[in-house]
């Protein structure tokens, strides 16, 4: 029998497999199995102008490194998502590279010679049309989301989960932790705002009323900075590929950027697209769990309280973080 | 001025230089800076004894790279700390790999061909003396902590942080969240336990009642997985060298263990020592900052509402795992 450690809950993750002295153990389902039985109605596909595709250079063995960004849907960061858009359609963002490697904190890429400590040449001219933001567009109007027509602000909407208590869901940074369009996010009676898990991606910035444009970005790659909610711009997340961006070599220069004497240790970032700008052969396909169907609801719960074999005491509750939404990518004949 | 993405609040992080424009800021300082002043006398020694030096092999650059874990002291765990010293003094550990890193969860290290769906060789034999311990002893009892003499218990022993509420410190997975001797902790009303936050490292074990002999560990690579709390035994924390794990390479076999045909992949492990064990003039020393000072108090204040220049809106709380308790390595002289 296999040691250890239980799967994680991300919907990809396997389950241990049980050996025979096992099978008298009650057989609660892990989450990965609740998401894995889920009836194809409850998944919800990802537009394809939502998608970005950032190819990185080859890694060390040549093996190919793609990452799949999706951009945040309405009501957040939409200038920002406009510019990144932009950026990628005038291939600005090719010929860049991860810069920033923090451990337990962030991934940052961008323009190597664009306020970075450790540039050596002249920054990239920036396109034309690009969106200059407030902070006021961090976070949206709370009435998006809340609250029912009778203004019970413990009430919320329909398209934000959890629509009622089920278990702990505490939040240090928030009255109310939650999912918004399957994104982690949080609110309170004024506004509403996309949350800094692992994996989200957000806009580098100089220092306030400068709100940073979309040309230098980063994802989380550690504990959630939830401190750096309603501060920086969160405009997606990281849906494949993850792997290559939390792995690479942590920078030694201050805030772990790569010091000139490791610019060898930069990655090339080769080609970022809009996925529905691909020939349709090239276009990936995403869809993620509904967090308006009953499997999304039996999915946190099991997060909440595992009794799947490997655990002795269920925890009570979870994290926003923690409850990830599941995403999948679409493969042919599926 | 640099781009950018304010500095993480771990002791060691810098901060970002004012420019000039930004001199009429209000200077509120960093959590990183009240660390830095801090003085001598809220410095805490952490044993020798304590101290596990791992060095695993160099890296592909030949760059050497070393591991420092902090054990855990009492009240938590012992069984398995009595172990994990008897195994590095049985030089058990010498030889063995990183055989699992799976993304956003955890680095595991062991034998390579124990347990392990890719062995290739047989076990290696323990040495004689480990202690078999209990699930009980995931816990310790809460009157470790719990209560003032009049039996409040809303007001810990001393020892314990927090000992009021000065800021949101709310958590999914316990009432009650907090630090007991510098490690992260949760309570009831009968119970306290260490929580597995970033850099905790754990003991791998397989189904219930096993509950590990220590042979097998792991460490948190991602966000805090907290509902392995009281599922796990955890023995320590990574106060050193945390990069040295968290950059390697995911493992592509179920978990994240490395396949048989990426066996190569295995970051062989050297030795493991005792600090103690070694000369004295090789011994690391470290020091965590006491949750009992006035300085610890600041910081956690200045977590849980950033007001230094970068932040606008400040969090008004914090996760327990973001308050990282400062540890530092002592150099000669300071």
Chains 1, 2 share one sequence.
Request: glycine share 8%; with cysteine.
């Amino acid at each position: 029998m296999r040691t250890l450690l239980p799967a994680a809950s991300a919907a990809l993750a396997l389950t241990v497999p049980l050996a025979a002295q096992d099978a008298a153990k009650p057989a609660a389902p892990a989450p990965s199995e609740i998401v894995a039985a889920a009836p194809r109605a409850d998944w919800t596909p990802i537009p394809a102008e939502d998608l970005l595709v950032m190819t990185l250079a080859p890694d060390a063995d040549g093996k190919p490194r793609q990452v799949v960004i999706q951009l945040i849907p309405a009501p957040f960061s939409q200038g920002w998502v406009h510019n990144i858009r932009l950026l990628a359609r005038a291939k600005w963002y090719d010929g860049i590279s991860v810069n920033r490697v923090q451990d337990n904190y962030v991934t940052q890429w961008g323009d190597p010679n664009y306020d970075n400590p450790e540039a050596t040449g002249k920054p990239k001219p920036l396109p034309q049309g690009l969106k200059v933001m407030t902070q006021a567009e961090y976070a949206a109007p709370a009435s998006i989301i809340c609250c029912d027509i009778n203004g019970n602000h413990n009430i919320p909407k329909q398209g934000w989960w959890p629509r009622s208590d089920h278990f702990r869901l505490r939040d240090s940074y928030s009255q109310n932790p939650g999912i918004l369009n399957g994104f982690p996010a949080a609110h309170d009676r004024t506004s509403v705002w996309p949350t800094h898990c692992y994996g989200m991606v957000g806009v580098g910035r100089n220092y306030s009323p400068d709100t940073g444009s979309g040309a230098e970005l980063y994802t989380v790659i550690g504990h959630a900075p939830r401190h750096l909610d309603r501060n920086i711009a969160l405009v997606g997340r990281v849906v494949e590929g993850m792997q290559f961006l939390s792995s690479l070599p942590r920078g030694s220069g201050d805030l772990g950027f790569y010091t000139a004497a490791e610019a060898d240790k930069r990655t090339p970032i080769l080609t970022v697209r809009v996925a529905s700008d691909l020939p349709p052969a090239e276009q990936p396909k995403f869809e993620y769990l509904s967090t308006e169907s009953g499997t999304f609801a039996a999915y946190a719960e099991a997060i909440a309280n595992r009794r799947d074999p490997f655990f002795i005491v269920p925890a009570g509750g979870a994290d926003i973080c923690n409850i990830k939404v599941p995403v999948r990518r679409v493969v042919a004949g599926q």
